[in-house]
């Protein structure tokens, strides 16, 4: 039986992240919440609010058959939110209203009338389109904004489209999609370790790195530079996922003490050391 994937794909939309009028900030966040539970994201891409685009975009993502895709940016009622026509598209479905997702949109727009001492508020066209998903997909709640999120599978990869507010989306995410991020990830968790070392150039730690990985399978291990080359402070980062924390500590200790030793011999000075775990 094979052992499926769990790799994970995320597609931002905007073209606000395009002209660089707002940070993607959506990307990062996502990203350390999916390793932490021990998936892998193999790609983050940026794409302009257009409907062919993010057809294409997903379609050539269904085509590597990762275990979860999720979209953020263009749910919204503008005319710029077409983020549900391209998945629509690209999966060759129809949009639809969603009796759910209607429901979840009348129910604030009740709570909105309420809070500012109105009796009703209409479902206007812009409205209901928040509501209006490809067929076959199901609402996520949105605590805090109005448009749901969106999840659908297409074979074995799991589509989820989030908001791009990012209040909104991770709201969305912590309640709704880490649950089902689990359950695709199974019993393994990402653990990484850092050390932080002076008087050994980059250059020079090249090697020891190599030789550290080479001795000790499953465990990355990166050199993050935070001075110059001639004056160097660097972080040594590593990490593995493991189906347990006391696994995970043995095979990212004796790493770590392996390349200690290295780095001292060559009259490097380690500064400290830290845990991130899951």
Not at 57 to 74: A, C, N, Q, W
Not at 98 to 125: C, F, H, Q, S, W
């Amino acid at each position: 039986m094979r052992i499926m994937n769990q790799d994970m794909e995320i597609i931002c939309i905007g073209n606000e992240l395009l002209i660089g009028k707002t940070l993607n900030t959506n990307a990062q966040w996502i990203a350390q919440q999916a390793t932490a539970l021990g998936i892998k994201v193999k790609r983050i891409v940026v794409i302009a609010d257009e409907t062919n685009e993010i057809s294409t975009t997903l379609h050539e993502v269904l085509k590597r058959k990762p275990r979860i895709t999720i979209t953020t940016g263009g749910l919204g009622p503008t005319f710029d939110d077409k983020t549900l026509e391209g998945v629509a598209q690209a999966l060759n479905r129809k949009l639809e209203i969603n009796p759910t997702a209607l429901k979840m949109v009348r129910k604030k727009y009740d709570k909105y009338a309420i809070g500012i001492r109105k009796g009703t508020m209409e479902l206007t066209p812009p409205r209901i389109k928040m509501a209006t998903l490809p067929e076959n997909s199901e609402p996520i709640p949105n605590p805090v904004g109005t448009a749901p999120g969106v999840k659908t599978e297409i074979k074995q990869t799991l589509v989820i489209a989030l908001p791009g507010v990012p209040a909104e989306m991770k709201s969305i995410f912590k309640q709704n999609v880490i649950p089902l991020l689990k359950q695709r990830a199974g019993e393994n968790r990402f653990y990484s370790k850092s050390m932080y070392v002076n008087n050994v150039m980059e250059s020079s730690l090249a090697p020891l790195i190599d030789k550290t990985m080479l001795d000790n399978p499953g465990v990355y291990v990166k050199s993050h530079p935070k001075g110059r080359e001639e004056r160097a402070h660097i972080e040594i980062h590593a990490s593995t996922t493991s189906d347990t924390a006391e696994k995970a500590e043995k095979k990212l200790q004796k790493a770590l003490r392996q390349i200690m030793i290295m780095i001292e011999e060559v009259g490097g000075k380690v500064l400290s050391k830290k845990t991130i775990g899951s």
